[in-house]
């Protein structure tokens, strides 16, 4: 038994106060430390392990143990995690040994407590902050320590670390001599960070290894104050309606497996059916924290540009769970590279090359009045996201894939802001065309909503395919071509081979079926048939329909397979 063990029994068995106190016990104690419930809620603190506690605001706590020897040496470590903290640590006299008529009896320990509160002791030490703070004496004298604190600021979490032989536990890993946290390197979504070793793992030999905290409000002056932030965004449940259960999904989380009996039948529900009333809702929290073994280097990915972080590092015992903060730094990630932003002429095509990933940014400002503008956006190998803003108003925000014509309401002086997001498979081209004319002078040719190619099934041949196409109002020129593919050649190799922007001046003179003008007034009966003859029995090709625009520019319908019958 240590002095602070014998205390903990002071409390529980007062009949033996107050015998001569031994020294520690070192096997029983790493029993007792092992067992957390013989500390759980009680106002002495053991000697040599670390406590954790919670505050309600404005309410002290007291925390009590005894010294048993004049001369010996002591450390009170208090953490504060949530909040700042005041605590004080007080020097009381021992109760008397014998009180009433002379039995020789000992006072019972309530009453020991009450002589406590009445004498207020000799005060050793105060602290008032969120720092983790200690008071270090080589030697001290024998008597009842009394350690109050009191969170004024909110309810809190909090640790308590006590010892009589500071020089031999050494509870917190060691900082090194510089503890500073540098930044080595600074990229527009990566930082990487570099420290120096704690002595505590590399000359002591302890399990030592580190974990890193981001956030982007402040540095953290605690693991646990940086626990306390992660646990207030990851909240794990949300509260259930009053008056009703938790469904056995909630239990489950819990580690509670729902049993095959009537359990949840009795409370109106089935055991394999989440409750939406009660799952939690997962969001993203500001903060994240990464324990990376024993490396003294790490590089932070996936980072917003232009955005300042904050970022801690901890040496953490593996065996107690203790731990010590690095003086914390920050860095704000680079911006982006600026783009250069590309004017658009009115009724002029402009082609626009992205990576993969990025972006670019046009802008359109129309030199007269006027009620309305039409986009034009041909991608010619893969999706772009397109993102339209009116004088900073967003307008529209989609995805685009093949050909796509907006009208937006027009605004007098009104200038339009144009993003452009590439794909995450590859490179983006395409072609872009915003203009305020009417659309009989703009140079790409009109579009029906559905530019799919319709085969006829059933007016297949051995050497002929039908298929149908939809025009507009507007009267244009349109061509067909057939070319002869494998019979394995599937959707994906189509998209991945063809470049949708080229038009039919890259085809070959051999593969020209036809070209025609049509064009109907009445938008129901805008349609077209074409017979293709003097295909291969049992063959397949790749049909292709360009319709071309008053100045030259095509663009090509989506592109149709068909096959031709094998025995006729």
Request: with cysteine; charged share 25%; glycine share 6%.
């Amino acid at each position: 038994f240590n002095s602070t063990h014998l205390c903990l029994n002071l409390i529980s068995l007062p009949s033996l106060w107050p015998g001569k106190l031994p020294t520690r016990d070192e096997g029983l104690f790493q029993m007792q430390i092992r067992d957390k419930a013989l500390f759980h809620d009680s106002s002495v603190i053991p000697d040599g392990a670390e406590i954790s506690g919670y505050l309600f605001r404005d309410t002290p706590k007291r925390y009590y143990f005894v010294v048993e020897e004049d001369n010996t040496p002591l450390s009170v470590t208090v953490t504060p995690c949530d909040a700042p903290l005041e605590w004080k640590l007080t020097l009381q006299e021992l109760p008397e040994e014998a009180s009433g008529e002379g039995s020789g009896e000992p006072e019972p320990l309530d009453q020991q407590k009450q002589q406590v509160t009445v004498d207020e002791g000799t005060e050793l030490f105060t602290y008032k902050g969120n720092d983790v703070e200690s008071y270090v004496a080589t030697s001290t004298p024998s008597g009842l320590y009394q350690l109050e604190l009191l969170s004024t600021e909110k309810d809190s979490n909090f640790k308590v670390y006590a010892t009589t032989t500071p020089e031999s536990d050494q509870p917190y890993p060691e900082l090194p001599y510089d503890p500073r946290v540098d930044v080595t390197a600074l990229g527009r979504t990566t930082v990487t960070l570099a420290w120096k070793p704690t002595p505590t793992g590399t000359l002591m030999g302890q399990p030592v290894q580190y974990c890193v905290v981001i956030n982007k409000e402040h540095n953290f002056k605690s693991m646990c104050a940086a626990e306390a932030k992660i646990n207030a965004d990851d909240a794990f449940m949300l509260a259930p309606k009053p008056g009703r259960d938790f469904s056995p999904f909630d239990f489950s989380h819990f580690g509670f497996v729902p049993s095959d009996n009537d359990f949840g039948k009795d409370r109106g529900f089935t055991s394999n059916k989440i409750s939406r009333g009660y799952a939690a809702k997962p969001r993203a929290s500001d903060i994240v924290k990464v324990c990376i073994g024993n490396k003294n280097i790490f590089t932070v990915s996936d980072l917003k540009p232009d955005t300042q972080y904050y970022f801690d590092v901890f040496a953490v015992n593996s065996a107690t769970n203790t731990s010590t903060a690095y003086v914390g730094t920050f860095a704000r990630t680079k911006e982006e590279a600026r783009q250069k932003t590309v004017e658009l002429k009115d009724g002029k095509v402009s082609d626009v090359f992205i990576k993969r990933k990025g972006s670019k940014f046009l802008r359109f400002a129309p030199v007269s009045s006027h009620q309305r503008v039409t986009l034009f956006v041909h991608t010619c190998l893969d999706a772009v996201q397109v993102q339209v803003r009116r004088d900073g108003k967003l307008l529209l925000s989609q995805n685009v894939e093949g050909v796509r014509q907006f009208q937006l309401r027009g605004k007098p002086k009104a200038k339009y802001l144009i993003r452009l997001r590439g794909s995450r498979k590859g490179a983006s081209t395409l072609k872009v065309l915003a203009t305020t004319r009417p659309s009989s002078k703009q140079p790409f040719p009109s579009l029906p909503e559905d530019t799919r190619i319709k085969a006829f099934d059933k007016l297949r041949t051995c050497s002929s395919a039908t298929v149908a196409w939809l025009g507009t109002q507007d009267r244009n020129k349109y061509c067909i071509y057939r070319k002869e593919v494998a019979e394995t050649y599937g959707e994906e190799q189509r998209r991945r081979e063809q470049n949708q922007c080229a038009g039919p001046e890259t085809r070959r003179k051999s593969e020209k079926v036809l070209c025609k003008y049509f064009h109907s007034p009445n938008l129901q009966k805008a349609v077209t048939t074409e017979t293709i003859t003097g295909l291969e029995p049992g063959k397949t090709y790749l049909l292709d329909v360009y319709v071309v625009g008053h100045s030259g520019h095509s663009v090509k319908y989506q592109s149709k397979l068909v096959k031709t019958r094998k025995y006729c």
